[in-house]
DNA sequence: TTGACATGTTATATTTTTATAACATAATGT
DNA sequence: ACATTATGTTATAAAAATATAACATGTCAA
């Protein structure tokens, strides 16, 4: 199903902030690819659909044109996949892994 | 405490494949920094010092130097954050947010 | 102290990401 | 058809990440 390749390629479309705050906007709500463009002001909207690609690529938004607009929808399944596969696990030990660094680290 | 800069660096720490098999390779006991360049002997070691002052600079490795070798221990408390205060509830949601996904993109 | 080992730094080349401008297509209303 | 709106593409510049070589430091053991 999905590889590595694909793991590394969720991980790398969630490394950059304005691209997690893409997500963050279509969390509640599909939104159109210009409503997109206009919540983020500061940026270029060729910057804003350049990261919509990577997004995209990396599954993280499905999108359907209706008309000359286009709906972009989250899909967090990529998330929950890296999550399952390999966040999940560190986070679920991070506190038994830090009692055995403390005790390292102690003298 | 930790801002959003801190997470964005956790993040991109995370985006690199082998920055995360690092990781790995800390996970069931600390290793010597030689030890750990070792485990990847396709890559220069200067590389890998790199990718861990990367990990270091994201807390995810605190070391300590005992003598003349260094030690190397993984620090999972900052992947714990990322989950608790963004990924973990994508990834909850995940499933309902698919069939919202699957009713909007169904006729 | 001398040599070997373990580690670390600096400088620089290479590659990848990110940002932007200029151009292009496609659908809608009049 | 024509103007307008919404979206998308291509080319290229600028910045950041990655890889490597050359050099430097600190520790130990004989």
Known sequence: MSSADDSDKIFKAL?????????????????TTGALCDMFPQ???????????????????VARREGRERWNHLN????KEIHDRWIGDYARNAVSLMARLKADLEP
Chains 1, 2 share one sequence.
């Not at 490394?15 to 509640?28: E, G, N, P, T, V």
């Not at 967090?76 to 998330?79: D, R």
Request: aromatic share 0%; proline share 5%.
């Open 15 to 31: 490394a950059d902030h304005r691209r997690r705050a893409i997500l963050d906007a279509l969390k509640d709500e599909p939104k």
């Open 43 to 61: 940026i270029d909207r060729t910057t804003v659909l350049q990261h919509m690609r990577v997004l995209e690529a990396a599954g993280l938004i």
């Open 76 to 79: 967090a399944l990529p998330i």
